[in-house]
């Protein structure tokens, strides 16, 4: 009687092992995957320009309004908003059109200078300024694409 209780257990535990090894190999795959799409970012057609390292060139740059993006490498939601927004046909084209985009990199000790003075304590910040640098519009943290556009489109009618 004893086998009998001994070799149904085995086979019991057995079940369980199996079970407990597919429930992790089954979440190593999912936390791959996801680990994966948080870090994927599509090439968008947006003209960055990354050179821009203080105010003053800010502010020399263009009579256009400026687009500046505060990310850092590490970041994840810059990096799902440059999958789900930047990437966007309408948005790189509005951007291209309307604004000069500027990503700024808070890590880089070039652009210490810009993240003291626009008081950027946060990933990611984007900051609408004029051709002088004062602050037309701002967000911080992930927005979405249609809050983007519309960040965008208010600057049209408050000129």
């Known amino acids: 009687m004893k086998k009998e209780t001994h070799s149904s257990s085995k086979s019991g535990k057995t079940l369980f092992q199996l079970i407990w090894k597919w429930f992790w190999l089954t979440f190593l795959v999912v936390s ?4 994966w ?8 057609d947006i003209a960055w320009d990354k050179s821009i390292t203080s105010v003053e060139t800010l502010t020399n740059n263009s009579n256009k309004n ?3 993006f505060f990310t850092a490498e590490w970041c ?3 990096r799902v908003m440059k999958r789900n927004v930047f ?3 309408e948005v790189m084209q509005v951007v291209n059109t309307e604004v000069t985009p500027v990503m700024i990199d808070i890590d880089s000790p070039n652009t210490k200078e810009l ?6 304590g946060a ?33 049209n009618t408050t000129k």
């Open 123 to 155: 990933t990611p910040t984007t900051v609408i300024v004029d051709s002088e640098g004062n602050v037309l519009d701002y967000a911080v943290g992930k927005i979405e694409k249609e809050k983007f556009l519309d960040m965008l489109n208010n600057l």
């Open 32 to 35: 791959l995957a996801y680990a």
């Open 76 to 78: 994840v939601p810059c």
């Open 66 to 68: 400026t687009l500046l």
């Open 37 to 44: 799409y948080s870090f994927y970012v599509p090439s968008n």
């Open 87 to 89: 990437a966007d046909t």
């Open 115 to 120: 993240v003291a003075h626009y008081q950027i």
